[in-house]
């Protein structure tokens, strides 16, 4: 692609044709206000703070206008920041943002933005519609559309991320809200329980209900690792609260999956605080299992195969990996079987 160049805030830079200003301001580093808008998915202009001033007249939407080549563009002036300010002011009367008791306080962008302008919840005059509110039908998602801002995120990110087509707009106007298929309780709808949506939304509209009652978003400690369902390999930041309890799981964007996860990543996670789990060797002694140090069950092992090779050859030893590690765990078993065993005896569960 042909290299633009372009002024933004008095700060020359350089994109490629074909990118919006949003993405090229994003790429060298400066941040334009921004609700609706996120890079994975289509862009729509639909909350317009991230408006911007180009040439010095033009107030356009910076995730939708294309970069030009000469263009000067600025990002905030006074004008702009009463703008920002009042569109943030009717998104706070319109719903129920009370932080106090949502379960996106702390990790809420609507929040950063009302702090960052200042902009506080006055008018408690202006007309309401109660929307949805389901926290019960679903073990995987609580929805509360008095926190939406119909930003539209949800819906394109099932439809072009998930490709599940679940949730929608529907009515016009102030009347307008989101809905699941033909309007359905989200425990009753086709979700597939990705979480995707979730993930995206930038307000506490959805939430996990792995989290609920569970610790305070601050509270929790991020700590990236691989999911171990299949052998794709996808990226995922696992959450814990302060007492070591895993809470939630967000695809990192750094993976294979670039930030998607299927239900068994994004919920299968329960089994690590199961107290069903083994955690140390078991050895069977006097008939009874008993828990042993990692050495001495190691060594045992060992030991046996040693004997089986040395009275019935290798070919008396066969190995099954699994897909739930990963692709590198289980090239390490089949050279472990052909180069120090000696067999070919190898299978995997995903061919059985």
């Known amino acids: 692609m042909d290299k633009i160049k372009l002024t933004i805030d008095g700060k020359e830079v350089s994109g490629l044709r074909g990118q919006t200003i949003m993405e090229v301001a994003r790429d060298n580093g400066i941040d334009i206000p921004h609700l609706c808008y996120h890079p994975k998915l289509s862009k729509t202009g639909a909350c317009r703070l991230c408006l911007v001033r180009i040439d010095g007249k033009m107030l356009k939407t910076s995730c939708t206008e294309l970069a030009g080549d000469g263009m000067s563009v600025i990002t905030?002036?006074?004008?702009?920041?009463?703008?920002?300010?009042?569109?943030?002011?009717?998104?706070?009367?319109?719903?129920?943002?009370?932080?106090?008791?949502?379960d996106a306080d702390g990790d809420c962008e609507l929040q950063r933005y009302a702090k960052i302008y200042n902009v506080e919840k006055t008018d408690e005059d202006f007309p309401r519609n109660p929307r949805e509110v389901d926290y019960v039908t679903s073990n995987a998602i609580k929805r509360n559309e008095n926190r939406c801002i119909l930003c539209g995120r949800c819906i394109r990110a099932c439809k072009e991320i998930q490709v599940s087509n679940v949730w929608g707009f529907t009515e016009r106007g102030s009347q307008t809200h989101l809905i699941a298929d033909d309007d359905r309780k989200i425990g009753e709808s086709s979700c597939v329980k990705c979480g995707t949506c979730v993930q995206l939304c930038p307000t506490g509209a959805l939430t996990f209900q792995t989290v609920s009652g569970k610790g305070l978003n601050w509270e929790l400690k991020k700590e990236s690792s691989i999911c171990i369902y299949c052998g794709?390999?996808?990226?995922?930041?696992?959450?814990?609260?302060?007492?070591?309890?895993?809470?939630?799981?967000?695809?990192?964007?750094?993976?294979?999956?670039?930030?998607?996860?299927?239900?068994?990543?994004?919920?299968?996670?329960?089994?690590?605080?199961?107290?069903?789990?083994?955690?140390?060797?078991?050895?069977?002694k006097d008939?009874?299992?008993?828990?042993?140090?990692?050495?001495?069950?190691?060594?045992?092992?060992?030991?046996?195969?040693?004997?089986?090779?040395?009275?019935?050859?290798p070919d008396a030893i066969a190995a099954l990996s699994s897909a739930k590690c990963t692709n590198e765990e289980n090239y390490l078993m089949q050279k472990f079987m052909r180069a120090v065993i000696g067999s070919n005896n190898v299978d995997h569960c995903a061919r059985l």
């Open 76 to 102: 905030e002036d006074e004008a702009l920041r009463n703008i920002r300010k009042w569109l943030l002011g009717l998104l706070l009367m319109e719903g129920d943002h009370n932080c106090l008791y949502c």
């Open 232 to 284: 794709v390999g996808c990226k995922i930041d696992f959450y814990t609260n302060e007492e070591g309890v895993l809470v939630k799981a967000i695809g990192n964007d750094d993976g294979p999956n670039k930030g998607h996860l299927c239900v068994k990543g994004r919920f299968g996670f329960d089994f690590v605080q199961s107290p069903k789990r083994l955690t140390k060797p078991l050895m069977k």
């Open 287 to 313: 008939g009874e299992f008993v828990e042993v140090g990692w050495k001495e069950a190691l060594d045992f092992v060992a030991g046996r195969m040693r004997a089986v090779k040395e009275k019935d050859g």
